[in-house]
């Protein structure tokens, strides 16, 4: 089965683990996919992401990525959106980097230097296409 868009399968994917408990999930392996999950560790929403290769894995392997919970299993993130969809694509200079929950969330791009947050936007002082965004 053809997938149209393989970052919101991922999305949706941690977001329904998340929600039920899971420790771990399963989603397809890819450039931006891995990007999108160091951008994730990086800022403490999961702990770890790996890639799992292997013909029964189909080919390109699977990323597996373990999920993050607060010290009494409470979830660190409670929204996980996707702002740039293969219909619609959204942009962004560095002046104009959005700040979800007031700088305690984090939006997610990609830029000509790789798949970063927006705090290390800031810091290379480079802009985007802005993915999505964790709150």
Known sequence: MALSDPIADMLTRIRNASANGAERVDCRNS????????????????????????????????????????????????????????GCRVYTKVKDLPRPLAGLGVAILTTPVGVLSDRQCREKNVGGELICTVE
Not at 46 to 72: C, D, H, M, N, W
């Open 31 to 86: 450039r931006v996919c891995r990007g999108i999950a160091a951008a994730l560790e990086h800022e403490g929403y999961i702990t770890s992401s790996e890639v799992l290769a292997g013909e029964q894995f189909g080919g390109l392997g699977v990323l597996r990525v373990t999920l993050k919970y607060g010290p009494f299993g409470e979830k660190l993130f409670h929204k996980l959106k996707r702002a740039s969809k293969p």
